[in-house]
């Protein structure tokens, strides 16, 4: 089984970084006003910390191929699609993936993972964690999945040796 690591890219590292400082300013603000609710306050910092703590859960940290399957590595959940399944696989340039929207997911917190859409490539789901380094992987049902590790060209040479 060969694994292939991935890391944030500026702009989720950037968004990451700034909904934790938002998160921490609204909850400090809502404890600095005592006229609030104690419930409503608690209420707050539970829902905040929980949505921040669900998409660290559900972030994609490696992909790992072996002869049977390729596995989108999560704390929460991976992700398993049997080798038989993938149609194709290839590098897509960034200007490919540009301009989808986000249909549901997450959109820079801790990654970039869901479903997305753009006119180019139509409805995907994505288990990525930057808008570089894209490879498509195209699946029996129609699916298209979009992952970026750090290494795509040998990602990519792993997947198609199997």
Do not use: C
Request: glycine content about 4%; proline content about 2%; hydrophobic content about 50%.
């Amino acid at each position: 089984m060969k694994t292939f690591k991935t890391s944030l890219d500026i702009n989720a590292y950037l968004i990451t970084i700034g909904v934790a400082i938002l998160f921490v300013i609204i909850i400090a603000v809502q404890f600095s006003h005592w006229e609030s609710s104690g419930a409503v306050k608690y209420f707050l910092v539970v829902l905040l910390s929980l949505i921040y703590f669900m998409a660290y859960l559900y972030m994609p940290l490696d992909y790992k191929i072996s002869n049977e399957e390729l596995i989108i590595h999560r704390l929460v959940k991976s992700i398993h699609i049997p080798r038989n399944n993938i149609v194709s696989a290839e590098s897509v340039d960034k200007e490919m993936i540009s301009w989808s929207l986000r249909t549901m997911g997450v959109g820079g917190l801790f990654g970039y993972y869901g479903r997305f859409m753009n006119y180019r490539i139509g409805n995907m789901i994505w288990y990525a964690t930057r808008k570089d380094r894209a490879v498509l992987i195209r699946t029996v049902n129609d699916e298209k999945i979009i992952l970026t590790p750090d290494e795509p060209v040998r990602f990519l040479a792993a997947l198609n040796s199997y």
